[in-house]
């Protein structure tokens, strides 16, 4: 919807600026609204579709060509929509058509090469902390209440030590990747990755909503089972993970200048890494505070296990866990 918008501000800010005064007619200005909506439809279209088709091949390849190719490929998109709706909705001329051709294919690049960096910026920074940062919401340190889930990749110095630095190196990037997708369709943010582990963070509201931080975690195992085989054969292994989950209090911030970020402060970051080092040296693959659990509703698809009270590292005061499994079928 939103490029939808913008294509067609642009199409009415074009034909308000550009064309001459006779064909500024309301319908022209409606037509060009249209067109300019369609235009940045079907950019999207090739977009989407570019990147999910070549997602493997491009994600070898360094970014400049990623980005080099997809822009061309959204750039004759745009310009074959403009084509279409020169033909249908103006009824234009093949001569003007073809006149046209080179300043249609200028636009269309230089929208291309908007929209292209824009997505790797966001990319760089992650969807949530951009918008963030580009509405200062974080300008002034905010408390908030989060749900935190971290992730980690079991065995990795023993993967290291079988495969290699840079075999386990893109191991991990690839796991890493493949997971991404689940965690985003599930409303979390990956907030960072350290090393062979994934930090992700819900507002609370959204992640205790139809459990979906929970849910996310068996998403992504399943994930995996579907892309075992693909990690045998490349790898000769399949990564398995734990799981950590819990919520509370931080006090978030904009920081830094040269590169900046939101980050989270407080004794919640605390704990969940502190529950995620439990999950190590237990035999419990996901775990989740009382904390959360009294704030879910009732299990629908995890087996929940209580483990009571257990002693954290570095903690005074002993935290309620739970274990979680998935159901029987």
């Excluded at 495969?163 to 893109?170: N, Y």
Aim: proline share 4%.
């Amino acid at each position: 919807m939103t490029v939808a918008v913008f294509g067609a501000v642009a199409g009415l800010l074009f034909r308000g600026t550009l064309d001459p005064d006779q064909s500024q007619t309301a319908l022209n200005f409606f037509l060009s609204a249209a067109t300019g909506a369609l235009i940045g439809l079907g950019m999207l279209g090739m977009h989407d579709w570019f990147t999910w088709r070549f997602r493997d091949w491009l994600r070898r390849q360094p970014l400049i060509i990623e980005m080099a190719l997809n822009g061309l490929a959204m750039a004759v998109a745009g310009v074959l929509v403009q084509v279409i709706a020169q033909i249908v909705l103006f009824g234009e001329s093949l001569a003007d058509i073809i006149s046209l051709l080179p300043f249609d294919a200028a636009l269309s690049l230089a929208l291309a090469a908007v929209f292209v960096t824009g997505v790797h910026v966001v990319r760089l920074i992650g969807a949530g902390q951009f918008v963030s940062i580009m509405v200062g919401r974080y300008r002034r340190p905010v408390e908030e209440w989060r749900i935190f889930l971290f992730v980690d990749v079991k065995g990795a110095t023993r993967l290291a030590e079988r495969l290699g630095p840079v075999a386990v190196a893109t191991l991990l990037a690839r796991f890493f990747h493949d997971v991404d997708e689940i965690i985003t369709d599930h409303g979390g943010e990956v907030h960072a990755y350290v090393g062979d582990a994934i930090i992700v963070t819900w507002p609370l509201r959204s992640g205790v909503a139809d459990a979906a931080c929970v849910d996310c975690v068996f998403a992504m195992r399943d994930r995996m089972g579907h892309l075992a085989e693909s990690y045998r054969r490349e790898f000769g292994t399949v990564p398995e993970f734990r799981a950590a989950l819990h919520c509370g209090p931080v006090v978030v911030s904009e920081i830094g200048l040269s590169k900046e970020q939101v980050t989270y402060f407080g004794d919640t970051v605390n704990v969940a890494a502190r529950l995620e080092s439990y999950a190590k040296q237990s035999n419990h693959d996901v775990v989740m505070s009382g904390d959360l659990h009294d704030r879910l509703g009732p299990a629908q698809t995890v087996a929940i296990e209580d483990l009571g009270p257990v002693s954290l590292r570095g903690r005074a005061r002993p935290v309620h866990l739970y274990a979680m499994e998935p159901k029987p079928s």
